[in-house]
T-cell receptor
Framework: AQRVTQPEKLLSVFKGAPVELKCNYSYSGSPELFWYVQYSRQRLQLLLRHISRESIKGFTADLNKGETSFHLKKPFAQEEDSAMYYCALSGLNNAGNMLTFGGGTRLMVKP | GAVVSQHPSWVICKSGTSVKIECRSLDFQATTMFWYRQFPKQSLMLMATSNEGSKATYEQGVEKDKFLINHASLTLSTLTVTSAHPEDSSFYIC?????????FGPGTRLTVT
């Protein structure tokens, strides 16, 4: 079974402070991991995926297979980063690839 | 970029009635669409995987006779909540796969009174 855990439901930081949103996973195969973001009153959208190893909006995430983690980091948070962040793992069900989501972390960046 | 729409965006219905929610991929063809359910302050839970031209695959615990899914074309999947009850009130979100990436619809809020 695949599982994604985001231990923090809420993370509140001041503007300019570093941010780390934690994500741990369990999966028996080779995982493909994603971070999705949902801004207020907007749809869920992809922020980044581990295979592309890119930085989006200043965010990075490194897959650590030893610790089964995929934490999302940003060195200097901005107010516009305030949103709901979901870590997700792509695995296989009987019909094909499926996404399993973590519980989500609400990031609040205060001025 | 790929766009997924849902209709309606919100609906209120009486207990015992059925409600149909549409999910469309506007500028791409999607052989696979997914239906999720999200309760307040909770994460998205996959309900079923909808494959064009074949029966949907339901996740454990999801009643297939209650949540009817039809994927009639490469751009349209529908979710029908049959004999709705207040506990079916939730936010229903669909997604469609294009180029190995999932694109999400804006969601449909269902309230059953």
């Amino acid at each position: 079974a695949q599982r994604v855990t985001q231990p923090e439901k809420l993370l509140s930081v001041f503007k300019g402070a570093p941010v780390e949103l934690k994500c741990n996973y369990s999966y028996s195969g080779s995982p493909e991991l994603f971070w999705y973001v949902q801004y207020s009153r907007q749809r869920l959208q992809l922020l980044l995926r581990h295979i592309s190893r890119e930085s989006i909006k200043g965010f990075t995430a490194d897959l650590n297979k030893g610790e089964t983690s995929f934490h999302l980091k940003k060195p200097f948070a901005q107010e516009e980063d305030s949103a709901m962040y979901y870590c997700a793992l792509s695995g296989l069900n009987n019909a094909g690839n499926m996404l399993t989501f973590g519980g989500g972390t609400r990031l609040m960046v205060k001025p | 970029g790929a766009v997924v729409s849902q209709h309606p965006s919100w609906v209120i219905c009486k207990s015992g009635t059925s409600v149909k929610i549409e999910c469309r991929s506007l500028d791409f063809q999607a052989t696979t669409m997914f239906w999720y359910r999200q309760f307040p302050k909770q994460s998205l839970m996959l309900m079923a995987t909808s494959n064009e031209g074949s029966k949907a695959t339901y996740e454990q615990g999801v009643e297939k006779d209650k949540f009817l899914i039809n994927h009639a074309s490469l751009t349209l999947s529908t979710l029908t909540v049959t004999s709705a009850h207040p506990e079916d009130s939730s936010f229903y979100i669909c997604s469609a796969t294009s180029q190995f990436e999932q694109y999400f619809g804006p969601g449909t809020r269902l309230t059953v009174t």
